[in-house]
């Protein structure tokens, strides 16, 4: 290669180092959704989340279904219903009867930072019944005896509990806001009462703090980057000059 054009090669070299350092250093913003997500029983007292919705999911007597509100990427990162599924204290005040089932229903509305704009979690945000329906009824039809009104959209997803929210329907924005911790609390869900909720102001600000674009070490980083290519631009045309006045 011709030593003239070792700087400009150099210095294509550096600055797409320097890009490359400002894309990682800026990623851009996961996209979430504001939905009613759905969840069953699992062992030992936890959440799983559904593999089927609750129109044709199908509980049998003695079950227990969640539904939670939250902005959430996907089904990996959705929240979990904040109180425990136990079917015993859900149920406790209604008796079996012959020809039905019963199934334990926990709802949870979320914390206000995950509301459509203009809205807010209606009170108590956690809300327990236990639902006595046919024994062929599905998930949809127990929360529907014990919850109304439900709202869907022409898909069939289910996009309001009890009237709430009053308006969308798993709509996409911009990131996902902080929420409560998702392990359940175990307030009693008898009662219906709201478990312990975590304090979001302080990710909320870490949230914005990592928004904010590159760095000082990254941008420092890439200014020493150029600086270097400069110096040794101006040191290929120095060490010319002198080969040309020796010639």
């Not at 559904?50 to 079950?63: C, L, N, V, Y």
């Not at 890439?222 to 290519?229: D, H, K, Q, R, T």
Request: net charge neutral; glycine share 8%.
């Amino acid at each position: 290669m011709a030593p003239a054009l070792l700087p400009a090669v150099a210095l294509t070299l550096l600055s797409a180092v320097a890009l490359t350092l400002l894309s990682v250093a800026s990623p851009a913003q996961a996209a979430g959704y504001r939905y009613w997500s759905f969840w069953q029983a699992g062992a030992q007292g936890s959440w799983a989340y559904a593999t089927q919705g609750p129109a044709t999911a199908r509980p049998a007597d003695g079950e227990v279904n969640g539904f939670r509100f939250a902005v959430s990427a996907d089904s990996a990162d959705s929240t979990r219903p904040r109180t425990a599924p136990d079917f015993a204290a859900l149920c406790a005040d209604t008796p079996a009867k012959p020809g039905t089932k019963r199934i334990g229903v926990v709802i949870d509305f979320g914390m206000p930072a995950d509301a459509p704009e203009g809205e807010a979690p209606p009170a108590p945000e956690q809300r327990t019944a236990c639902a006595r329906v046919d024994p062929a009824a599905s998930s949809a039809e127990a929360l529907a005896a014990v919850a109304k009104p439900l709202r869907y959209n022409s898909d069939a997803l289910l996009c309001a509990i009890a009237g709430y929210p009053e308006s969308g329907c798993g709509e996409q924005i911009a990131a996902a806001k902080p929420t409560a911790s998702q392990s359940p609390s175990h307030a009693s869900p008898a009662s219906g009462a709201s478990g312990a909720q975590q304090d979001t102001q302080e990710d909320a600000q870490a949230a914005q703090d990592t928004e904010g674009g590159p760095s000082l070490g990254v941008l420092a980083g890439i200014v020493a980057v150029l600086a270097l290519g400069g110096a040794a631009f101006r040191q290929s045309r120095s060490r010319s000059r002198s080969r040309r006045r020796r010639g």
